[in-house]
């Protein structure tokens, strides 16, 4: 419920929309243009029979629609399209007034040849490009479970070292107001109760900061989860962590197959391709071959313009030859192919990285377990050398100096326990996060 994961998820739900959008764009399309009305008046030029031009006032005004069914066909970069229209002609001052204008039926064709075929390479784009979003998606939520991790354990070390910083500071009153005790009866000197004030000052100083470091912690973890700043909540870490035994040959293999950087590569590597197919296509000899076929006639009277229909064709074929290029179309050519060549060889650099990246993850999880067992097993010899010698202390088995040394080693102890708490479950979604694989359930992650 995190502002984070909420805005991948619109990135997410954007790049559908997109590609969404894309599909449609291949269905037929059926579109309807018209000019209602064109109105035009003016002195015009106009050729007589006998050769001669004059000038005369002319005032009209046409109005047309044409409904056009359009469907791109990818395979060949063209379009084949069916279309119908109606056009009248008002003239103003004539004798047939108005004058109308059917084309009831006309198919047709577009198509380039010898260019490169931008349709399908768009298609081939697209589909990468969707996959890339999906992916990007799960490693932004990854992205969230990192820090949102991150976050609790912060609080979690906060409130750790709270409690122990109240019990230090209690602890060391006690050890005052003993020592305190003894010096006004001579056992000890006055250096061993200047360093028990001393030690109470500084439990009484970490207390405080122990107090401002929790609501900190407690502040940053409520803003990543959006939770209402008043709220009071109470975290609980889990009582085991999950036993995950990742397989180092998984790793390597399911990283390349599902980070979005390697199937961006995938697009930079199309677009490249499709580069030296424009360089080497569009600028050499083409052709644009435009065919239509149908009925059409013309009338004063509407329904006329329907009646005895008329044929009409048209064809039109654009040549476009360069002659004198001056190397350009070769340099253009060499250009796209070493752009080529560079993203080939970008791809295998981030690919044998993904893949180093993701074996070193899958071993780094097992260690970060071993690691929190030993400092769970330190934590608690630590806690009981400190118990065992602040009883010594109390009975005077044991100087000061030994007994601060121990409380010192159970405070660094509980740190490193919780700091390799964290570590684990950090490693367990950084492996996750370059993956993308769950190897609890031995499955790829899924939107």
């Not at 996959?131 to 906060?158: I, K, S």
């Not at 028990?196 to 912690?217: F, I």
Request: charged share 25%.
């Amino acid at each position: 419920q995190g502002l984070a994961a909420r805005a991948a998820e619109r990135a997410r739900d954007a790049e559908r929309w997109r590609d969404r959008a894309f599909g449609a764009r291949r269905l037929p399309q059926l579109a309807l243009e018209g000019i209602v009305p064109s109105i035009n008046r003016g002195i015009s030029p106009v050729f007589r029979p006998d050769g001669t031009r004059d000038f005369v006032t002319q005032r009209e005004m046409q109005s047309s629609l044409n409904p056009t069914l359009s469907q791109q066909v990818i395979a060949t970069g063209g379009e084949v399209f069916l279309s119908s229209g109606l056009t009248r002609l008002d003239v103003h001052g004539a004798q047939l007034s108005p004058l109308w204008q059917s084309t009831p039926l006309v198919f047709g064709i577009r198509q380039s040849l010898f260019r490169s075929n931008d349709l399908r390479w768009d298609y081939r784009e697209q589909n990468v490009r969707a996959e890339v979003a999906e992916q990007r998606y799960l490693e932004a939520r990854e992205d969230v479970a990192l820090v949102t991790a991150d976050a609790f354990f912060d609080l979690y070390a906060a409130e750790m070292a709270l409690q122990n910083a109240l019990a230090n500071s209690a602890i060391n009153d006690t050890l005052h107001l003993l020592n305190s005790g003894r010096y006004e009866v001579g056992r000890i000197g006055e250096n061993d109760l200047l360093q028990s004030e001393l030690a109470v000052l500084r439990a009484r100083t970490s207390l405080d900061g122990a107090r401002l470091e929790r609501e900190r912690a407690l502040a940053d973890l409520k803003r990543l989860t959006n939770l209402p700043v008043g709220a009071d909540i109470a975290i609980v870490v889990p009582a085991s962590a999950p036993d995950v035994q990742p397989d180092t040959a998984v790793g390597p293999a399911e990283g390349p197959r599902n980070q979005s950087r390697i199937r961006g590569l995938d697009v930079d590597e199309l677009v490249a391709r499709r580069g030296v197919s424009q360089a080497r296509l569009n600028t050499g000899f083409g052709l644009t071959v435009e065919a239509m076929a149908g009925l059409n006639q013309t009338a004063p009277i509407f329904d006329d313009a329907y009646r005895s229909l008329l044929e009409q064709q048209r064809l039109t074929v654009a040549v476009e030859m360069p002659l004198v290029q001056w190397g350009g179309r070769s340099a253009q050519i060499q250009a796209a192919r070493a752009d080529q060549d560079r993203v080939a060889a970008l791809a295998r650099d981030s690919r044998a990285e993904v893949e180093q990246d993701a074996r070193f993850a899958a071993l780094q999880l097992p260690l970060a377990r071993r690691q929190l067992a030993t400092s769970a097993k330190a934590d608690t010899v630590a806690t009981r050398r400190f118990d065992v010698a602040k009883n010594r202390y109390i009975i005077g088995r044991i100087d000061i100096g030994d007994l601060y040394i121990a409380q010192s080693e159970k405070d660094a102890a509980l740190l490193s326990y919780v700091e390799a708490l964290r570590n684990y479950w950090l490693a367990y979604y950084r492996l996750r996060r370059l993956t993308l694989y769950d190897f609890q359930a031995a499955r790829a992650l899924a939107p």
